[in-house]
């Protein structure tokens, strides 16, 4: 079967979509609290604005889940490799970005890291962290 060749997408007209959800449930927005405790630091947006994220999402349960992935594996890659050290700002953000990537299982193996951002060792080590989360 011939599958037409997808259509570029002007990056520039896209807006978020509506909000789907006037609230989040309380177990929730803990989480996403967590989540931005964590990792908050590192986006340029406020805590509100990473709620509203979710808000927008149909299933913000499922979109919670992957973030509290990603921040599990942020944390293992800091506990396993860097000794609980923090990197530079810049640095700790390409992590997130190569996790947000691998969440999305977009990674298939070292043909791809460039498109993780990072070195082909630290993203093969965010992988292993990553799919570690999977045997707990």
Sequence with gaps: MNTPDPEPVDLSKL?????????????????????????GSYFDM???QFEIGFMRDAHPEREVAV???ITAAW???HEQY???EYL???EEAKLITALIVISTGAYTGVEDVQAL???EDVGQKLLACYDQLGEE
């Design 15 to 39: 807006r978020p979509g509506p909000i789907r959800h006037e609230t989040l449930p309380p177990e929730l927005l803990e989480h996403v609290q967590a989540i931005y405790d964590v990792v």
């Design 46 to 48: 406020t805590l509100e």
């Design 67 to 69: 973030w509290c992935s």
């Design 75 to 77: 944390i293992a890659y």
């Design 82 to 84: 860097l000794d609980n």
């Design 88 to 90: 530079p700002d810049e």
């Design 117 to 119: 951002g990072v070195s």
